[in-house]
Nanobody, 115 residues
């Protein structure tokens, strides 16, 4: 059983920073890719950033230049450094793992950007 646990969310003022973490545990036989998605109230879940086994990184336009995705393979942990946060970044942020043809999601962590 694979588990993904996100942490690091919270309330931050516009222009501030947060670092999200996603710890993966369980029977992860192979790693294909991991990513961050977010879902704001009343909106569909959307891609923020992904990183694959070749360390190829993809960012949504909204995240490019402000967010940085990284992965510590030794710790099975995915990170998202978010800088210059805006009110429109407010959402629940989810971690996603692709492994051995399966997809896994974390439970999400709330990020609120407000003054």
């Amino acid at each position: 059983q694979v588990q993904l646990v996100e942490s690091g969310g919270g309330l931050v003022q516009p222009g501030g920073s947060l670092r999200l973490s996603c710890a993966a545990s369980g029977s992860i036989s192979s790693f294909t890719a991991m990513g961050w998605y977010r879902q704001a109230p009343g909106k569909q879940r959307e891609l923020v950033a992904t990183i694959n086994s070749a360390a190829f990184i993809n960012y949504a336009d909204s995240a490019e230049g402000r967010f940085t995705i990284s992965r510590d393979s030794a710790k099975n942990t995915l990170y998202l450094q978010m800088n210059s946060l805006r009110p429109e970044d407010t959402a629940v942020y989810y971690c996603k793992l692709w492994s051995s043809g399966q997809i896994y999601w974390g439970q999400g962590t709330q990020v609120t950007v407000s003054s």
